[in-house]
């Protein structure tokens, strides 16, 4: 059975605070953005640093705090919308400076706010066709990089951030990784989307990361719940078989008005003040954080990813 072992992470050394934003935006003060965000500050990269940089620093924690041998890894994949480079994937630079053993699989994924459900999955399956045992699967994004830093709404919402998660087959072991859900909105794909190194646009005409807000959340507050529904209802699961429910950390406010229409109660965990909406690595900062918190001790959680694209997709783990 596929199984999440450990998570580990990394936030680049330099933060932004509510007021270095406050001074920036005159109509904000520091309390309304973390009334409105529930964020105090989010972490930003460094101009020369990079998705890659940030992801091996993750793995090299991760390493750090299991000494699990690397040598044994027979996947890594990262999980990203800031690669390094067109060719080839940001994996490969990975792979050689952690210098991993050379029959391991190696690419990326360009996905975002539901990239860590989605890696999940594809670690799940390649474990249980006996393809791997052990895969390291990151998750790394540098959104600052690809925001205007005089918009309001995205300064003071994204955070860059790296996970590094190792996923394993222990047979027996009752800590799994549970069944998926998935679906995609491509109508309303524009809502959130950034040219950014992307050939279809003329590099003279690319511009800033854009995001429809009010857009987002009508989508989230009116899929998000009939879908999760619909997946709880296929799997004979209720909420109240959960310990805990960790959605993507898009926001406070979002997150709040969520929980309250899937009635999660205390259940529903929103844990961003101190990294901002870091995309693919919301959610597995969040698990980090409860297995920090208490390894030995077995929870059933419910995840649930939406965003970009416009997608959503759930499963749930015993960690």
Not at 31 to 51: C, L, P
């Amino acid at each position: 059975m596929a199984r999440i072992f450990d998570i580990a992470s990394f936030l680049p050394e330099r933060v932004l605070t509510n007021d270095e934003l406050a001074e920036r935006f005159k109509n904000w003060n520091s309390e309304k953005i973390f009334n409105k965000t529930g964020i105090k500050f989010r972490h930003i990269a460094e101009n020369d640093q990079t998705s890659s940089d940030i992801a091996i620093a993750a793995a090299k924690n991760l390493f750090d705090k299991t000494s699990f041998d690397k040598d044994k890894i027979d996947m890594i994949f990262l999980i990203t919308q800031s690669q390094d480079q067109s060719i080839p994937s940001t994996a490969f630079h990975i792979h050689k400076e952690l210098n991993l053993k050379e029959n391991c699989g190696c690419f990326d994924i360009n996905h975002g706010c539901t990239g860590y459900i989605y890696g999940l999955s594809l670690a799940k399956s390649l474990i249980k066709c006996k393809e791997c045992e052990n895969i390291l699967m990151l998750t790394a994004d540098t959104y600052s990089k690809f925001i205007n830093p005089q918009d309001s709404s995205l300064a003071t919402l994204f955070g860059d951030g790296a996970t590094a998660t190792l996923i394993v087959n222990e047979e027996g072991n009752e800590q799994g990784i549970g069944n998926f859900s998935f679906g995609t909105d491509s109508s309303k794909k524009d809502l959130l989307n950034c040219d950014y190194l992307g050939l279809k646009t003329p590099i003279n005409k690319q511009k800033s990361l854009f995001m429809d807000g009010p857009g987002i959340l009508n989508f989230t507050l009116d899929k998000i719940p009939k879908s999760l529904l619909n997946y709880l209802e296929e799997n004979n699961k209720r909420i109240e078989d959960y310990d805990h429910i960790v959605f993507h950390q898009a926001n406070k406010f979002i997150l709040e008005k969520l929980y309250k229409k899937i009635n999660a109660g205390n259940k529903g965990i929103i844990s961003l003040a101190n990294s901002g909406n870091t995309v693919s690595s919301s959610i597995p900062l969040v698990l980090e954080e409860l297995i920090n918190d208490d390894y030995d001790k077995k929870r059933s959680i419910l995840l649930a990813g939406f965003g970009v694209g416009l997608s959503w997709g759930f499963t749930n783990i015993v960690l």
